[in-house]
């Protein structure tokens, strides 16, 4: 029972990340025999304890690997732990016929999860999306020296050596440029620079009572002086109008120059005519 409570606390670093360093460095590594026999009775008999110690004599890898992440701000621990995962699940797939030792195995799926961890959290807007972008993100980070933009022959050689072109590199390069910021802006700005942060330009006006009610005012009045507009206008005209444009089944030129007995142009004239004299009296209602 010790034993499995010991499994648990080691994979899951608590706040003293040092102390569980220490701790998984204690674990003894497997032989090449011992690492091959666990394999085998977990693969053929899902033995549960050869399980445990495949993982536990790794945990100390997982570290060396998570530490290699450190400059992306977020905690070891979470790195530490999101390895584990990976780990644990190298281990389920480990097959000892592969003739690869479990550590040289487990790298791909410790990384990958790793990985995904930070593209979740790194940032709020996600800099990358498909496969080629987040190859390229990993390895233009690592690319980089210095905090100063890439020249144009970095950029050449970086994106000779990923295979893309020049212009994704800078694009994703403007991307690890960028940096977050608070919807509400710092907690320190003051008046002079508050206005900048994005609630004050990015507010949702739509539905503010004061903006809703003068909006129906406005639409209500405008309604009113084109109802007003359109019974000043003789019977034809009104009736052309109402089928050219409110009615649900819209009357077609040709349809009304029929109906008339006129050329097809004559209505057009007479809508163009009416739709003037319109405009004319709601502006002067206005």
Do not use: C
Not at 232 to 238: F, G, K
């Amino acid at each position: 029972m010790g034993n499995q409570l010991l499994v648990v606390d080691k994979l899951i670093p608590g706040g003293n990340v040092e102390s569980y360093i220490q701790a998984v460095n204690t674990i003894p590594m497997l032989s090449a025999e011992e690492e091959r026999e666990l394999a085998q009775r977990l693969h053929q008999d899902n033995d549960l304890e050869a399980a445990r110690r495949l993982v536990m004599s790794h945990l100390r890898f997982v570290v060396h690997i998570a530490r290699s992440y450190s400059g992306y701000g977020l905690a070891q621990s979470d790195l530490i732990q999101e390895g584990n995962v990976g780990l644990m699940k190298a281990v389920k797939r480990f097959n000892p016929e592969f003739g690869v030792r479990l550590v040289s195995f487990a790298v791909h799926w410790i990384k990958a999860e790793i990985h995904e961890f930070i593209l979740r959290n790194w940032r709020i807007v996600k800099i990358a999306t498909t496969k080629a972008q987040r190859k390229l993100f990993f390895n233009l980070r690592s690319a980089k020296k210095r905090l100063a933009w890439l020249t144009n022959d970095e950029v050449t050689a970086v994106a000779e050596d990923l295979g893309v072109e020049p212009r994704v590199v800078r694009e994703m390069e403007g991307r690890l440029a960028s940096q977050d910021t608070a919807f509400d802006g710092p907690m320190d700005d003051d008046e002079d620079q508050a206005w900048q942060a994005p609630a004050y330009y990015l507010e949702d006006r739509r539905y503010d009572p004061a903006q809703q009610a003068e909006q129906a005012d406005w639409t209500e009045d405008s309604n009113t002086r084109l109802l007003e507009a359109l019974e000043a206008l003789d019977e034809r005209s009104q009736d052309i109008l109402r089928q050219r444009w409110l009615a649900e089944n819209k009357a077609t030129l040709h349809e009304l120059a029929a109906k008339y007995s006129v050329s097809a142009e004559r209505i057009r004239q007479l809508e163009k005519n009416a739709m003037k004299k319109i405009r004319k009296q709601m502006d002067e209602a206005a």
